[in-house]
């Protein structure tokens, strides 16, 4: 980018009236009475479009203003920062999938429900599991939404108070790195059968795992539900299941 695009940029983003901090903090500026051709709910289309089609590395704010066929200005006038829209995009995800709006009966079984409907969002979209790394805490009110039926229902499962956000990143990370990991380690055959190899010649320092040969297991949902069911067994140990 040029020197003059960039102090663009940057005088884009440091607007008077623009709050520093996350997205969710700041009021929208959309206009009430006559809404711009370019809002907020177009800008999220077309990032998570462009995401799943490009992935997180290709995103920027220059390829996401030619998708919207719009001037970096107008696109800066709803979204401050490249993570104001990254922000944007994963809430909309958790919003594809409805939260129940009831607990039923077993608080297990609510649960397992949201688990696996959260690992299926993130697999739909792959590059939603490394924002993380961002270190940018997702606070959106569909996340805040599956939180907030997450942590209730732990307690319902009678989960002591001071071991509920030790359990909520436990499964969070169960999620989130099961899903990662799928995603990015898609070994071909060869590759297979070169690690296994590999394994068998090395089978008299690594006995146990050449004998099991964890590159061949592709199982990605047997994994995460017997990996869920290990987590649950500790959270929920007097819940029926």
């Known amino acids: 980018m040029a020197d003059k695009d960039r102090n663009k940029d940057r005088n884009s983003v440091n607007q008077p009236g623009r709050s520093v901090g996350n997205v969710w903090l700041r ?6 009475n006559a809404e711009p051709p370019l ?7 077309a990032a998570v479009a462009l995401l799943d089609e490009e992935g997180m590395d290709r995103l920027t704010m220059r390829r996401l203003a030619e998708k919207l066929q719009a001037g970096a200005t107008t696109l800066y006038w709803h979204v401050a920062t490249k993570d104001d829209v990254i922000d944007l995009a994963v809430d ?3 919003g594809e999938s409805p939260v129940p709006t009831g607990h039923g009966a077993s608080p297990r079984d609510d ?4 688990i696996n409907n959260w690992r299926q969002a993130m697999l739909r979209h792959p590059w939603a599991a490394t924002v993380p790394s961002r270190q940018r805490p997702l606070i959106g009110p569909n996340f805040l939404t599956w939180m907030e039926f997450l942590q209730s229902a732990l307690l319902r499962a009678d989960l002591p108070e001071d071991r509920l956000n030790p359990a909520t990143w436990a ?4 999620v989130m790195g099961a899903t990662a990991t799928q995603s ?5 055959p060869e590759e297979t059968r070169i690690g296994q190899e590999y394994l068998k010649s ?5 006995p146990t795992v050449a004998a099991h040969n964890y590159i061949a297991d592709d199982n990605w949902d047997r ?3 017997l990996g869920l069911e290990f987590l649950l067994n500790g959270m929920t140990p007097h819940t029926t299941h």
Do not use: C, M, V, W
């Not at 009021?27 to 009430?32: A, Q």
């Not at 809002?39 to 289309?45: D, G, P």
């Not at 990015?184 to 071909?188: D, G, P, R």
């Open 202 to 206: 090395q089978s008299d320092r690594y």
């Open 184 to 188: 990015s380690l898609q070994l071909s």
């Open 223 to 225: 994994s995460f539900a």
């Open 39 to 45: 809002t907020r709910a177009r800008i999220i289309e």
């Open 27 to 32: 009021p929208s500026r959309g206009n009430k």
């Open 171 to 174: 499964l969070y990370n169960h």
């Open 111 to 114: 649960i397992s429900t949201l």
């Open 92 to 94: 909309s995800i958790f």
